[in-house]
């Protein structure tokens, strides 16, 4: 009943498969398809390939009436049902059986490259897929005796999960003073520029006098280096330019030079 409840599915047709009369094998060395009459084929039609569960079968047809010429069926691949030849990817031996049990073996061939690699990779899938089956049965049958894997949770066993909780550091950065962090402008504000050579040659003498006095020879110093002075004669007293006026309106006797800070 399970044979009879077998449908038969198909796995590829090709229209053009030429088919050739071998000489029989005299050892066991490899077929070569050039010693065949590969110009005069003996038989050319269709080759159709079914599976009916894991057994495949290969088809020669009449191309236009689908007239049975001979059939294989094929058990394994590569085997003895089908074989292959050493000098071309093209031709196979195929052995071919009646309803009575009789084989013959036969060559058959593909004027296309490709035709070839279809029919080749059709039966690989077939007899790849036989064999996860054969796996599959096998362990449905013996069941497994290896040690089982317990992932299970142990007695007082307990588990923490924290969803949508995020634990993030962020790294202190320090705070400053201003908004934008700009560093302070250097103290004393304007650099000085360097002294000048009519400075730097200039000397004045000292005087003997209080803190005011040595104030106003610096306000001296200052206006004679930014300003030149006409060319006069040499006057001792440094500050005779604010007592000419009252020596050129009234003449009198040049006192000393202390007597005139006393007046003053």
Not at 75 to 99: C, K, M, W
Not at 100 to 121: E, K, L, Q, T, Y
Not at 200 to 217: F, I, M, R, Y
């Amino acid at each position: 009943m399970a044979a009879e409840a077998e449908y038969e599915s198909v796995l590829c047709v090709k229209p053009d498969v030429s088919v050739y009369r071998i000489p029989p094998r005299a050892s066991n060395r490899s077929v070569r398809a050039a010693d065949w009459k590969l110009d005069t084929p003996d038989w050319t039609g269709r080759m159709r390939v079914t599976a009916r569960g894991k057994v495949a079968y290969i088809k020669l047809e009449d191309k236009i009436s689908g007239e049975l010429f001979a059939q294989a069926p094929v058990e394994q691949y590569p085997g003895v049902a089908l074989e292959t030849v050493s000098d071309s990817s093209r031709y196979f031996i195929l052995r071919i059986q009646d309803d009575s049990g009789r084989s013959a073996f036969i060559g058959i061939g593909f004027g296309d490259r490709g035709d070839a690699f279809d029919f080749n990779v059709a039966l690989q899938d077939h007899f790849k897929w036989v064999k996860q089956d054969n796996e599959l049965s096998k362990q449905a049958l013996a069941p497994d005796s290896g040690p089982k894997l317990d992932l299970g949770f142990k007695e007082g066993q307990t588990i923490t999960l924290n969803i949508g909780q995020s634990k993030r550091k962020e790294k202190s950065r320090p705070q400053s003073s201003g908004g934008l962090g700009l560093l302070p402008p250097p103290p004393g504000g304007k650099i000085a520029p360097p002294p000048s050579a009519t400075s730097s040659s200039h000397s004045t003498e000292p005087l003997t006098g209080g803190s005011d006095a040595g104030c106003l020879l610096d306000l001296d110093s200052n206006n004679s280096d930014s300003q030149v002075q006409p060319t006069a004669p040499a006057n001792t007293d440094l500050w005779g330019d604010f007592t000419s006026d009252s020596l050129s309106s009234q003449p009198a006797k040049q006192e000393s030079s202390s007597t005139d800070w006393v007046q003053f």
